[in-house]
C-alpha cells in the first residue's frame, strides 16, 4: 500500500509565476492538508480540505488555493509567487477526525528565484 | 494565538545516553498532542499521540508526558542510537477536525556512535 505520494519532489519557479503541486493520500483516507515548512522551521499549516471541500485554513493569503477531487487526491496552487514562498509544501492524510493516525508524504521542494 | 516552542534547538548526545526533549505550548485548550520525526529532506513521522485526556504514552524506547495545566510536554528517549538522530517535532491539535497542527520549530539530535 503506497503512503501518501507527493509530486513533482523539485522545482524552480521565477517570481510572479505560478505553481500547481499535487498528493495523492494513503488508500482510503478522505482528509488531506497542506504545510508549508520554511527551511529550519516547524510546518505551518495552509488548509485542510474534506468531502471536497475547504473545512479549515490557516494565516495564508488567498495566492494560496486548492483542490479536492472525488478520490481524495488534492492540489495545491500558488499564485505571483514571491522569494518568501520558497519552502517544502508537506501533504498529509488521515480518516477525518482527530486522533487517528496522520501521514505525510516526502514533501515538494518549492524554489522560486 | 497558539505558539509552540521546543528547547533544545539542537542536542547532540553519545550512543546509549538516555535524553529528554522539552515542548511548551501558550494556550492549553487543545484536543491532543504528538510527536514527529523528520529526517533531512524528508516528510514527518507520527511517534506519539496523546489524547488531552492522558498524561502520557509510551512506544518501545519512547515515552511522552503531557501536562495541559503547565502547558508542557517531554519526550524521553532511552538508550539513544545513531538510527534515531533526526528532527524531533512537537505539534498540537487545535481541535477534532484532525490535522490542524500548530507546530514547534523542532529540536535537531544528534547520537554519536
Known amino acids: 500500500d503506497a503512503g501518501v505520494t507527493q509530486s513533482p519532489t523539485h522545482l524552480i519557479k521565477t517570481r510572479g509565476q505560478q505553481v500547481t503541486l499535487r498528493c495523492s493520500p494513503k488508500?482510503?483516507?478522505?482528509?488531506v492538508s497542506w504545510y508549508q515548512q520554511a527551511l529550519g522551521q516547524g510546518p505551518q499549516f495552509i488548509f485542510q480540505?474534506?468531502?471536497?471541500?475547504?473545512?479549515q485554513r490557516g494565516n495564508f493569503p488567498d495566492r494560496f488555493s486548492g483542490h479536492q477531487f472525488p478520490n481524495y487526491s488534492s492540489e495545491l496552487n500558488v499564485n505571483a509567487l514571491l522569494l518568501g514562498d520558497s519552502a517544502l509544501y508537506l501533504c498529509?492524510?488521515?480518516?477525518?477526525?482527530?486522533?487517528?493516525?496522520?501521514?505525510f508524504g516526502e514533501g515538494s521542494w518549492l524554489t522560486v528565484v | 494565538k497558539q505558539e509552540v516552542t521546543q528547547i533544545p534547538a539542537a542536542l547532540s548526545v553519545p550512543e546509549g545516553e538516555n535524553l529528554v526533549l522539552n515542548c511548551s505550548f501558550t494556550?492549553?485548550?487543545?484536543?491532543?498532542l504528538q510527536w514527529f520525526r523528520q529526517d533531512p529532506g524528508k516528510g514527518l513521522t507520527s511517534l506519539l499521540l496523546?489524547?488531552?485526556?492522558?498524561r502520557e504514552q509510551t512506544s518501545g524506547r519512547l515515552n511522552a508526558s503531557l501536562d495541559k495545566s503547565s502547558g508542557r510536554s517531554t519526550l524521553y528517549i532511552a538508550a539513544s542510537q545513531p538510527g534515531d538522530s533526526a528532527t524531533y517535532l512537537c505539534?498540537?491539535?487545535?481541535?477534532?477536525?484532525?490535522?490542524?497542527?500548530?507546530f514547534g520549530p523542532g529540536t535537531r539530535l544528534s547520537v554519536l556512535p
Open positions: 480540505y474534506y468531502e471536497e471541500e475547504e473545512r
Open positions: 496523546i489524547q488531552s485526556s492522558q
Open positions: 505539534a498540537v491539535e487545535r481541535d477534532n477536525y484532525g490535522q490542524n497542527f500548530v
Open positions: 494556550d492549553s485548550a487543545i484536543y491532543n
Open positions: 488508500s482510503g483516507h478522505d482528509t
Open positions: 498529509a492524510s488521515s480518516f477525518d477526525y482527530s486522533g487517528n493516525t496522520i501521514y
